[in-house]
T-cell receptor, first 115, second 114 residues
Framework: KQEVTQIPAALSVPEGENLVLNCSFTDSAIYNLQWFRQDPGKGLTSLLLIQSSQREQTSGRLNASLDKSSGRSTLYIAASQPGDSATYLCALTGGSGGGADGLTFGKGTHLIIQP | DTGVSQDPRHKITKRGQNVTFRCDPISEHNRLYWYRQTLGQGPEFLTYFQNEAQLEKSRLLSDRFSAERPKGSFSTLEIQRTEQGDSAMYLC????????????FGSGTRLTVV
């Protein structure tokens, strides 16, 4: 069964710092990987989608990488801002879990950016 | 189309009552998914539809849960005889048949069973 682990579980940094969130998975036979943001009590907002044939995707201050062979993805946030405070979730399609083409999620990294 | 819509946003119900949630996916998306999320956890897969056909159900979906997607458009998730353990955020997502386009989630329905 696919297992997704996100490290750290929580992170608090001063505004302006660059930071890296980590996601690891046990089954490398994935179709794609998607990073989401979730604000307290809200739904999920898609940030970046990396298809299995790709190595990275960028959007503004965000960069996500994927290394299927090592079972890892990272989300890099440049020049962090207080508005980046949220929970960041890593989710995979494929591998052994989540329903056919459904997503298997990690528990998320709770990020706080201090003004 | 403004995305995936879920209704209601919040629902408080007494234990033993039945509740029904609705999800309206992005119109051109033929796949629709239901997930459940409890505090501090990532969402967990419940079930999914391709058009009107329910193709897979998680073992988390007990016989008190039923989902439908008549005509392959909106979907409903009903919970009968609610229990306190059913309290959670229920999330709906949709995607194109080709999952490489990713998933779009709604804002969720927060259920509290008292």
């Amino acid at each position: 069964k696919q297992e997704v682990t996100q490290i750290p579980a929580a992170l608090s940094v001063p505004e302006g710092e660059n930071l890296v969130l980590n996601c690891s998975f046990t089954d490398s036979a994935i179709y794609n990987l998607q990073w989401f943001r979730q604000d307290p009590g809200k739904g999920l907002t898609s940030l970046l989608l990396i298809q299995s044939s790709q190595r990275e995707q960028t959007s503004g201050r965000l960069n996500a990488s994927l290394d299927k062979s090592s079972g890892r993805s990272t989300l890099y946030i440049a020049a962090s801002q207080p508005g980046d405070s949220a929970t960041y979730l890593c989710a995979l399609t494929g591998g052994s879990g989540g329903g056919a083409d459904g997503l298997t999620f990690g528990k998320g990294t709770h990020l706080i950016i201090q003004p | 189309d403004t995305g995936v819509s879920q209704d209601p946003r919040h629902k408080i119900t007494k234990r033993g009552q039945n509740v029904t949630f609705r999800c309206d996916p992005i119109s051109e998306h033929n796949r629709l998914y239901w997930y459940r999320q409890t505090l501090g956890q990532g969402p967990e897969f419940l079930t999914y539809f391709q058009n009107e056909a329910q193709l897979e159900k998680s073992r988390l979906l007990s016989d008190r849960f039923s989902a439908e997607r008549p005509k392959g458009s909106f979907s409903t998730l009903e919970i009968q005889r609610t229990e306190q353990g059913d309290s959670a955020m229920y999330l709906c997502a949709s995607s194109l048949h080709e999952a490489n386009y990713g998933y779009t989630f709604g804002s969720g329905t927060r259920l509290t069973v008292v």
